[in-house]
């Protein structure tokens, strides 16, 4: 790996531009971060070594390198969390372990007792403050007490700390305390057997099994949904898992004296998967409803997913719909959105019941906020998995084992359901999610790679669309077109920024695909629309699209014009709202593609056949055509850097044509000509092109320089092979400027001639000096220490004349006047 390799020979930077690599353009693990943290953290970058360690944890809380260095690195919380981890861990390195129960002291405890079951026999250690021996206390029938001897060869044992292994009879063990005279100082219990049912089991056709455990208002709320429901044919049963929460068991006591549901208490904490099959046993007969306590279901629900249960014998579970319903969550797939309100919900409900009816579609599990479980698959399958602990991946596993058994599990399209989330665990739920996947997945081991190809086919999307079509809008939005391409990025630039502003309109995506010819519509994170989309090959789906188009509240529409986009869409924005037209490059005069070879390679000036390219000709004719009917049908042009501002001026002048952003900025004076980085954010071959011609002059001079490509290639492998060429995979916009601080870029420039406001936008933020195309002719200033580069120069020569443009910033002041190779 280089960035390992980087770092073993001390080159932080190095390292760090690689490891950022990794985490960009792979499914960064918590161990990638963990290396991009150790490479910011040698290079300076402290803030950034951090955020990666906090990530890294984040991401897996279990990991014990992550953990290692979180205790070396981390602050007083996160070290805590590690330490509480590792002694957890019972596979944890021993020298680990002494420095998590040194951090365990460090944050105040006067003892630590661990004990686990090794065969038929207890066993574990306790560490107590040196020369303070406690008494272990065992609570039996008739309780022992003893002093508990020092060991002088504990592994644990170290300075100010003792510590002593303990071997113990389990039968009859009630629990271990140590004591300090009358206080108890760290304490043990064993896992609690579950008590005896309250009542004899009866039968039902449909049982609603719900634990609970915390949160009074979403537990509530759940149960009042629920119970409003329920018909003669169908039992609530709910267990209260030992609820710390007074309030939440007292408002169950009232309703279960009620007799409006099944009241199942637990004298101690087992677990969502205990709880659930403590009430299976309760339920004889008839299907069973899995619900989570802070889910809303509208009314009908329960009945409707009976009615869908039956609709082939091999269907074995069903999920419906949900705002966080994980693969089944609706706008986004896999991304919990906010939860509705319970009017929304039901409307939600019915709109996707008007749309998919009783459409189902297979999943590779079923998800438990709201799992309808049939009698059938019940039986073959069993009861929940039990080796999960308190939760997260036991629905996963009984789902597994139904298709083992030859049962489906589905989701029912048709439905909605609400679901909070994540209100029981809390913090918690990242070290629970981390340590039962790895077990599923030792049990499972095809199952992930299942998943990740569920979601990139995503056969909920057209269910999810059909929902959306029925339901444009109703908030005000601002319409704004585009291509996919470079233009569609500077659309998702926008889009953002008025996500932000507090008082714009709410931007609404519509981009292009010229390639399946179908317009995709995208609202903001967590609205919808999402996954719809309409086919523009014929004329019905303009139509169809512009119905929609009409139904919305549009403040108004910006067009990101390309020669792609088809004609008729952009004829029928001017009856949205008034249009802007935002010109975000110089597309007009994109040339065909140049010779692999100039015909004049010597000399600063375009040979005849680059020259040519640029020349009048047909196509180039009816592109000016096209883009002078968006201007006229624009109520205003809005340039979004000054060389478009230029073109622009000159090819519409009867235009009313706004400012262009003021990116002028002061050029830093530190020394240059180290590292040149080249915006790309589109991946391009023409990029690509230029990158490697500018790699290979600079091997042909023996030029020290190095290049970072900000963005992605169309080939990485072949950009980065020249050997001094880094590609740092997709960079978001907000991320770029710490990137050219950590990566040490000392240049700018651009690796399209048509797309240049990135680049003067960037180059203002960071005080750097850009090597830039100019279509003005040298109409345009560029700015001391810069580079005027003529746009019909092939890039051999464009590269060149970059390599001696770096290397005179490495020899000479930067007060010199910019070297202008304007066309």
Not at 195 to 211: C, E, N
Not at 645 to 666: G, M, T
Not at 716 to 725: C, E, K, L, Q, W
Request: net charge negative; hydrophobic share 45%; glycine share 8%.
């Amino acid at each position: 790996m280089r960035a390992a390799e980087h770092l073993r020979r001390g080159d932080h930077v190095g390292a760090f531009r690689f490891a950022d690599r990794l985490c960009r353009v792979t499914r960064a693990t918590a161990l990638d971060f963990l290396l991009r943290s150790e490479a910011a953290r040698g290079a300076g970058l402290d803030d950034r070594a951090a955020a990666d360690l906090a990530r890294a944890l984040d991401l897996d809380p279990t990991q014990r390198t992550v953990l290692r260095f979180v205790l070396q690195w981390g602050g007083r919380l996160e070290k805590q969390a590690a330490a509480r981890a590792l002694i957890d861990d019972p596979a944890a390195d021993p020298d680990l372990l002494r420095r998590a129960v040194a951090e365990m002291f460090a944050g105040g405890v006067e003892a630590l007792l661990l004990l686990r079951p090794v065969g038929a026999r207890l066993a574990g250690w306790a560490v107590f403050r040196a020369g303070h021996p406690p008494d272990v206390v065992e609570l039996r029938e008739k309780t022992v007490s003893r002093l508990l001897a020092a060991d002088p060869q504990h592994v644990l044992r170290q300075e100010g700390l003792d510590a002593a292994n303990l071997t113990l009879d389990p039968a009859g063990l009630r629990g271990v305390r140590l004591m300090n005279g009358d206080r108890e100082i760290a304490s043990w219990s064993p896992p609690p057997e579950p008590p005896p049912l309250p009542r004899a089991p009866q039968t039902a056709k449909l049982w609603i099994v719900v634990p609970v455990y915390e949160d009074l208002a979403a537990t509530r709320a759940c149960l009042n949904a629920a119970m409003a429901q329920l018909d003669d044919d169908m039992r609530l049963v709910v267990i209260d898992d030992a609820s710390p929460n007074a309030a939440l068991r007292g408002w169950l006591d009232v309703i279960a004296a009620s007799g409006r549901l099944e009241l199942i208490r637990n004298p101690k904490n087992l677990g969502f998967a205990a709880s659930v099959n403590r009430a299976l046993k309760l339920c004889l007969g008839g299907d069973v409803i899995l619900l989570n306590a802070d889910a809303l279901p509208p009314r009908g629900v329960f009945a409707r997913l009976a009615e869908l249960a039956r609709a082939a014998p091999d269907v074995g579970a069903l999920t419906p719909l949900s705002n966080n319903g994980e693969t089944c969550s609706f706008p986004v797939a896999n991304a919990a959105s906010p939860l509705p309100d319970e009017d929304e919900i039901a409307r939600l409900d019915a709109l996707a019941q008007r749309a998919n009816g009783d459409l189902l579609i297979d999943l590779p599990n079923g998800i438990g906020f709201c799992l309808y479980i049939t009698r059938a698959c019940l039986d073959a399958t069993g009861p929940l998995p039990e080796i999960y602990g308190r939760g997260y991946y036991e629905d996963v596993e009984f789902c597994l084992k139904a298709r083992e058994r030859g049962f489906r599990t589905v989701c029912a399209a048709g439905v909605y359901v609400g679901h909070a989330g994540s209100l029981s665990f809390g913090a918690e739920k990242r070290g629970l999610v981390m340590r039962n996947m790895n077990l599923l997945e030792d049990r499972f081991p095809h199952h992930e790679a299942e998943c990740a190809a569920f979601l990139r086919a995503d056969p909920l999307r057209p269910a999810r669309a059909a929902i959306e079509r029925l339901d444009p809008p109703r908030r005000p939005f601002r319409l704004i077109v585009a291509a996919l391409g470079a233009s569609a990025l500077e659309a998702q630039g926008l889009a953002r920024a008025l996500e932000t502003d507090g008082e714009a309109p709410a931007p609404l995506l519509c981009l292009y695909d010229p390639i399946e010819q179908k317009a995709r519509l995208r609202a903001p994170e967590g609205c919808a629309p999402q996954s719809l989309e309409f086919d523009l090959s014929a004329p019905l789906g303009f139509d169809a699209l512009g119905k929609w188009f009409f139904r919305l509240r549009l403040s108004g529409v910006t067009l990101f014009f390309s020669t792609t986009l088809p004609k008729t869409l952009v004829e029928m924005l001017p009856a949205l709202g008034d249009v802007e037209l935002a010109i975000a490059g110089i597309e007009l005069f994109s040339p065909p593609p140049r010779p692999e070879t100039c015909a004049q390679p010597e000399g600063p000036r375009p040979c005849p056949s680059c020259a040519s390219a640029f020349t009048a000709s047909e196509a180039m004719a009816a592109r000016l055509r096209a883009w002078r009917f968006a201007a006229n049908i624009s109520a205003a042009l809005r340039p979004l850097d000054r060389m478009s501002a230029h073109v622009a001026e000159r090819l519409f002048p009867q235009a009313r044509l706004l400012p262009p952003p003021d990116f002028s900025h002061a050029i830093s004076a530190a020394p240059g000509g180290r590292v040149l980085g080249v915006l790309s954010p589109q991946p391009s071959a023409e990029a690509d092109a230029l990158v490697v011609a500018l790699a290979r002059a600079l091997r042909r001079r023996g030029d020290p320089a190095e290049i970072v490509v900000l963005g992605a290639c169309l080939d990485d492998f072949a950009v980065m092979a020249p050997g001094n060429v880094v590609v740092s995979g997709s960079v978001e916009g907000e991320d770029l400027a710490p990137l050219v601080q950590a990566f040490g870029l000392t240049e700018l420039m651009s690796g399209s001639r048509a797309y240049c406001g990135r680049l003067d936008a960037l180059a203002a933020v960071c005080g750097l000096p850009r090597a830039g195309f100019d279509w003005s002719s040298g109409a345009l200033p560029f700015g001391a220490g810069e580079l005027a580069l003529d746009p019909r120069l092939c890039d051999r020569k464009t590269a060149e004349i970059i390599v001696d443009w770096l290397a005179a910033r490495r020899a000479f002041d930067l007060s010199d006047a910019p070297r202008d190779q304007g066309a």
